[in-house]
């Protein structure tokens, strides 16, 4: 079976300092990989995906940066953290082969910038 | 207007209730619909994956799709105090090399009162 790993789960950071999120799946290969970052209170929004290594896209203009170095890990990066980069980043996954194929979210990284 | 639009809540309702839990769209190009349920502090667990117009059921849930209204809709049958959790409604176009694009609404916020 599919298991989805982020870590930490929890971290307290102050503004400027850098950030490093990773994310790993076990038990699938070639995984199409997500990071969302959903606010208090808020639906998710899709920061970035990638359909295979070193291949990122990214949906919103912002302050971070992903990447893929290995086909099942996917790493978001900042390098000067802001107070509005605070919130809770999910990692989610999909089968590489289909465009219907179902997300499944990993257990969370909850960020606090202050 | 945002692409997809989910009442807030909170939904407070007895157990042994039905609850309905709904989103309204823009984007006529959404062809897959998903609802995920969130537990505090955790990450989305998939709950239904609907494509097509038109109900799906698996257990105490159900899923609707009208997509010449623009609406879908999650059932929830002997609602249990277990089922307290936010409810996001998702969907999707046509994946891009079989990655998917979710765009999430809001999130209702219920709570089963036993």
């Known amino acids: 079976s599919q298991t989805i790993h982020q870590w930490p789960a929890t971290l307290v950071q102050p503004v400027g300092s850098p950030l490093s999120l990773e994310c790993t799946v076990e038990?699938?290969?070639?995984?199409?990989l997500y990071w969302y970052r959903q606010a208090a209170g808020r639906g998710l929004q899709l920061l970035f995906y990638s359909v295979g290594i070193g291949q990122i896209s990214s949906e919103v203009p912002q302050n971070l940066s992903a990447s893929r170095p290995q086909d099942r890990q996917f790493i978001l990066s900042s390098k000067k953290l802001l107070l509005s980069d605070s919130g809770f980043y999910l990692c989610?996954?999909?089968?590489?082969?289909?465009?219907?194929?179902?997300?499944?979210f990993g257990p969370g990284t909850r960020l606090t910038v202050l | 207007q945002k692409e997809v639009e989910q009442d807030p809540g909170p939904l407070s309702v007895p157990e042994g209730a039905i609850v309905s839990l709904n989103c309204t769209y823009s984007?006529?190009?959404?062809?897959?619909f998903m609802w995920y349920r969130q537990y505090s502090r955790k990450g989305p667990e998939l709950l239904m994956y609907t494509y097509s117009s038109g109900n799906k059921e698996d257990g105490r849930f159900t899923a609707q799709v009208d997509k010449s209204s623009k609406y879908i809709s999650l059932f929830i049958r002997d609602s249990q105090p277990s089922d307290s959790a936010t409810y996001l409604c998702?969907?999707?176009?046509?994946?891009?090399?079989?990655?998917?694009?979710?765009?999430f609404g809001q999130g209702t916020r219920l709570t089963i009162n036993p």
């Open positions: 998702a969907m999707s176009a046509w994946g891009i090399q079989g990655a998917q694009k979710l765009v």
């Open positions: 038990g699938t290969s070639n995984p199409n």
């Open positions: 984007n006529s190009a959404f062809q897959y």
């Open positions: 989610a996954w999909s089968y590489g082969t289909s465009g219907r194929s179902q997300q499944f």
